[in-house]
């Protein structure tokens, strides 16, 4: 069954310092999302991707989030500072939008900033 | 999009029948009630998703009474391994006009004891 996957699965960074984290949605899927959830609280949405362009944001998602779909399989979140309260399991979901709008989430990426 | 209200923890055994059922007194009409499943350190999962009456696949059922102000997942015979975080969500989708961003409650906490 394919599936989405999420690198690296545990991302460890300094205060201040740029980061990537990287997932791979389920092939021929059109909607792509990015979750956040802090240990112990809820999943929190930040922003959904469609025809390469956000479609929609939350709050926390402000000028030092981006995302972007570099080549037809990746899509990814940066951080451009990171800060203590980023630390958190990032979520990548991915959805087909034509027969099914399920959301299909991957593994998570586990980011801590010290 | 609709507040859900439901119960933060359930304990079941092994083999019972469990019955979750979340509020959502303002749901509109064009949102649809979608169920998923969480494990520890892992992304949500989708169980199920319906609009009115009743929606059952290999996994679970989704009672979902006329007035649509309330619904009630029913996990049929349970064993160790449902025990986990069980979001009841509310809110447009794909094909209802929203981009189906998904938002997450605290959610019940299910275990299951042998």
């Known amino acids: 069954e394919p599936e989405v996957t999420q690198t690296p699965s545990h991302q460890v960074t300094q205060m201040g310092q740029e980061v990537i984290l990287r997932c791979v949605p389920i092939?021929?899927?059109?909607?792509f999302y990015w979750y956040r959830q802090i240990l112990g609280q809820k999943v929190e949405f930040l922003v959904s991707?469609?025809?390469?362009?956000?479609?929609?944001k939350s709050e926390i998602f402000d000028d030092q989030f981006s995302v972007e779909r570099p080549d037809g399989s990746n899509f990814t979140l940066k951080i451009r500072s990171t800060k203590l309260e980023d630390s958190a399991m990032y979520f990548c979901?991915?959805?087909?939008?034509?027969?099914?709008?399920?959301?299909?989430f991957g593994p998570g990426t586990r980011l801590t900033v010290l | 999009l609709a507040k859900t209200t439901q119960p933060i923890s359930m304990d079941s055994y092994e083999g019972q029948e469990v019955n979750i059922t979340c509020s959502h007194n303002?749901?509109?009409?064009?949102?649809?009630i979608t169920w998923y499943q969480q494990f520890p350190s892992q992304g949500p999962r989708f169980i199920i998703q319906?609009?009115?009456t009743k929606v059952t696949n290999e996994v679970a059922s989704l009672f979902i009474p006329a007035d649509r102000k309330s619904s009630t997942l029913s996990l049929p015979r349970v064993s160790l391994s449902d025990t986990a975080v069980y979001y009841c969500?509310?809110?447009?989708?794909?094909?209802?006009?929203?981009?189906?961003?998904?938002?997450f409650g605290a959610g019940t906490r299910l275990a299951v004891h042998p």
């Open positions: 303002n749901i509109a009409t064009n949102d649809y």
């Open positions: 969500l509310v809110g447009p989708t794909l094909f209802s006009g929203g981009y189906n961003k998904l938002i």
């Open positions: 319906g609009y009115k």
């Open positions: 092939s021929n899927h059109l909607y």
């Open positions: 991707f469609y025809n390469n362009e956000i479609s929609e």
């Open positions: 979901a991915s959805a087909s939008g034509t027969s099914t709008d399920t959301q299909y």
